[in-house]
């Protein structure tokens, strides 16, 4: 068969990295030759003096790198690749507490969960000093909606109030972003979080992606 888009190859190699870990380059095309049934044909196909699902994958993995989400070879070691950090749920932030066991609809269930304190006065800090659009992607609630959006957006902490664990000195400039929730979301599905460089570079890789389908 062809070999898939770009945006289906980075996919993949998330979700192989996810199921195995630290892998071997060789390990990985192999597996992505037999995810998308490329025929020895298909595999022979070269791209200057490379196969060319090869350098697809390897273009895969230096967007995927750039976007934070692979550890660069300083750290994964030469020849090796896995993922650069732990990616979360899909519908779950990494500081949301979920009770354990069984669940019925229509039952009134006490959970206590562990909150941390979110300081009002350093979020209308950051929102002075950045105002209410969402520093990754520009997007803005008030034009979207209207007045119902005016002064909404999400406030994300750089470095999670979770992994900190006690009273810190909170620095509402450099501590604190604006985010609309859609870009909250994908900074919390890795751990740690996406950084607004990472966030940045992944949304700019897509956008290029759609160009060039």
Not at 5 to 20: N, Y
Request: overall charge positive; proline content about 7%; hydrophobic content about 40%.
């Amino acid at each position: 068969m062809p070999l898939p888009k770009r945006a289906l190859i980075k996919a993949a190699i998330v979700e192989i990295l996810q199921q195995h870990g630290q892998l071997p380059v060789s390990e990985v095309h192999e597996i992505i030759a037999e995810r998308f049934e490329l025929s020895e044909a298909d595999k022979a196909i070269k791209l200057t003096s490379q196969p060319q699902y090869k350098v697809e994958i390897r273009w895969a993995r230096q967007e995927l790198v750039g976007e934070g989400i692979i550890a660069r070879p300083a750290i994964s070691g030469r020849g090796h690749w896995r993922l650069s950090g732990t990616i979360n749920a899909p519908d779950v932030y990494p500081d949301e507490a979920l009770p354990e066991g069984h669940f019925f609809e229509g039952v009134s269930k006490k959970v206590s969960v562990n909150r941390y304190e979110r300081n009002q006065k350093a979020r209308l800090a950051c929102l002075a000093h950045y105002g209410y659009e969402c520093l990754a992607c520009g997007f803005s609630f008030e034009r979207a909606f209207g007045p119902l959006g005016k002064n909404h957006i999400h406030v994300h902490h750089t470095v999670p109030i979770s992994t900190i664990g006690t009273k810190y000195q909170l620095n509402p400039i450099k501590d604190l972003i604006p985010l609309c929730p859609n870009c909250h979301h994908m900074a919390h599905r890795l751990e740690p979080p996406l950084s607004l460089q990472d966030l940045k570079a992944m949304l700019k890789s897509a956008a290029e992606a759609l160009v060039l389908a």
